[in-house]
């Protein structure tokens, strides 16, 4: 197997729609007004189907449209020292680079595909991802590469 000097990766890739936290909210969101038109409507069934469509429809349009407009991307750049992360929206561009020595500790979510990197100084850095292969291959990227102190026990 190759060893790979550097990891990089872009998020939303194209065939990104909406986040998985999106999604389930979402659908809660859907089953609640469903259940709520159904219980308060006299017309039943139809009026909640056709009203929860509606609502879906919305928000679908909705979130492409603020998706087009905004056009925010973030790329990743992780090398054996640090990371680099770039994120540009339609008016700015914002860079910022951790040095692996200086994070304290992260958090990865293999099913929501996102994370977080905690520096020494306090600061956060948000983590996403496309798919679990992208949280696989960081992880394991950052378990060869990164040093954490041990907790000491009590």
């Given at each position: 197997?190759?060893?790979?000097?550097?990891?990089?990766?872009?998020?939303?890739?194209?065939?990104?729609?909406?986040?998985?936290?999106?999604?389930?909210?979402?659908?809660?969101?859907?089953?609640l007004?469903?259940?709520?038109?159904?219980?308060?409507?006299?017309?039943?069934?139809?009026?909640?189907?056709?009203?929860?469509?509606?609502?879906?429809?919305?928000?679908?349009?909705?979130?492409?449209?603020?998706?087009?407009?905004?056009?925010?991307?973030?790329?990743?750049?992780?090398?054996?020292?640090?990371?680099?992360?770039?994120?540009?929206?339609?008016n700015?561009?914002?860079?910022?680079?951790?040095?692996?020595?200086?994070?304290?500790?992260?958090?990865l979510?293999?099913?929501?595909?996102?994370?977080?990197?905690?520096?020494?100084?306090?600061?956060?850095?948000?983590?996403?991802?496309?798919?679990?292969?992208?949280?696989?291959?960081?992880?394991?990227?950052?378990?060869?590469?990164?040093?954490?102190?041990?907790?000491?026990?009590?």
């Amino acid at each position: 197997m190759v060893e790979t000097k550097k990891l990089s990766w872009i998020f939303p890739s194209k065939q990104f729609f909406m986040l998985r936290i999106e999604l389930l909210t979402l659908a809660i969101l859907t089953v609640l007004i469903f259940l709520l038109v159904i219980l308060q409507a006299e017309r039943g069934w139809v009026s909640a189907i056709l009203l929860t469509i509606l609502f879906v429809a919305l928000y679908m349009g909705i979130s492409f449209a603020i998706q087009k407009y905004r056009k925010d991307q973030e790329h990743y750049q992780l090398s054996p020292t640090h990371l680099q992360v770039t994120r540009k929206s339609r008016n700015k561009t914002k860079s910022a680079k951790v040095a692996l020595k200086d994070i304290k500790h992260h958090k990865l979510d293999h099913t929501f595909l996102g994370g977080y990197l905690l520096t020494h100084g306090g600061k956060k850095h948000l983590l996403f991802f496309n798919t679990k292969d992208e949280v696989k291959k960081f992880e394991s990227f950052l378990k060869k590469h990164l040093t954490l102190p041990r907790k000491k026990k009590k």
